[in-house]
């Protein structure tokens, strides 16, 4: 029994650590669409991807930046406050000033589009 429960544990380990490094790949590839001016198919890219909130904090909050960024410039909705509240927790302990500075600003957009001042 105690074998049965460690092969799953370690199973649901590797394809959660599977999937985060294909998610890290899609937002590498949207980053590469934003430096050759392609905001439209970078922010695509982005939206494709189903479920951020299982990622790991690191890539949830670089996911959310990006994510953040494209929507302002394309006029977007913003990522939920959740969302940016999560990734401004993680940038705040680990982040740049300019990565804490974007953040802050995305999430009060975020507030301000949920009407939630």
Known sequence: MKNAILLFILFCLFFSCKS????SIK???AEELIRIEQPDSAFALLESITNPDVLNDKIFAHFCLIYAGLSEQLGEDMPFVP??????AYYEK???????MNCL???????????DF
């Open 20 to 23: 985060n490094n294909e998610i």
């Open 27 to 29: 937002i590498k590839e």
């Open 83 to 88: 969302q940016m509240e999560r990734a401004n």
């Open 94 to 100: 680990h982040g740049s000033a300019e990565e804490k």
């Open 105 to 115: 600003l995305y999430l009060g957009m975020s507030y301000e589009e949920e009407t």
